[in-house]
């Protein structure tokens, strides 16, 4: 076996020393920053469920707005016929006057594709989308 002089092994506890200082000083620095990116990801999480929140919720106020005016005779005398219409069972204009709203529905947001009536028993009278299909149980 070979054996090391002083110089080597100071030459050789040296280098080990200063390997091991790196290699700590190195998983402390990406300790940091992994810490950093969570902090940063939670930051932006954060702000994406509020944007999501506040979206939602303007949406949802708005359009509970519009269905309540959908379904209220009083807000326009269109709606009145329309009420009126499937009140009475008229599907020929109950489809007229439903089509025109889904057209304006459409033009507000292209995600409007139907406007449905069902009856109290859960059976489709009508759906504007498809007048031919009707009868069946939602």
Known sequence: MLAFNTKWKVIFSMLLLITAICVVFGILVQRQHDEKMIEIVAGKKESAVLLADTLLSELSQRYQKRIVAFTNPAASKSRELMVKAFADRDREKLLLY?????????????????????LPDNHVFLRTHDPGKFGDAE
């Open 98 to 118: 439903s089509q025109k709203l889904l057209t304006v529905l459409e033009g507000e947001n292209p995600n409007f594709i139907t406007i449905g009536w069902v």
